[in-house]
């Protein structure tokens, strides 16, 4: 299960950290995500890190953006917010579930938190 926190409404140029908490047992995370989406638009990838940390971010949040994790928890450090970025944030893994007929691969989703930048 994901967790996230930490949306909330803050001017434009301000800063919000959200964070992810998985819980659970018998799966291990593989990479992590943060996704979001707009009202009217589709959803999309934000920003990846890695289960050794390498990360990527898309074109228009780097610089502003930092993902970064601690083991079963994942953050975004949101900085320099603009009205654009305001949207659901979700969290994703991609996770391993130990099974005895073998690992299955399987990707969980976060409910969402609100961020709403204002002008």
């Known amino acids: 299960q994901l967790v996230e926190s930490g949306g909330g409404l803050v001017q434009s140029g301000g800063s919000l950290r959200l964070s992810c908490a998985a819980s659970?047992?018998?799966?291990?995370?593989?990479?992590m995500s943060w996704y979001r989406q707009a009202p009217g638009k589709a959803r999309e990838l934000v920003a990846t890190?890695?289960?050794?940390?390498r990360t990527n971010y898309v074109d228009s949040i780097k610089g502003r953006f930092t993902i970064y994790r601690d083991n079963a928890n994942l953050y975004l450090q949101m900085n320099t917010l603009k009205p654009e970025d305001t949207a659901v944030y979700y969290c994703?893994?991609?996770?391993?579930?130990?099974?005895?007929?073998?690992?299955?691969?399987?990707?969980?989703w976060g409910q969402g938190t609100l961020v709403t930048v204002v002008s």
């Open positions: 994703n893994a991609a996770i391993t579930v130990a099974r005895i007929e073998g690992p299955a691969y399987l990707e969980e």
């Open positions: 659970g047992s018998g799966f291990s995370i593989n990479s």
């Open positions: 890190i890695t289960s050794d940390y």
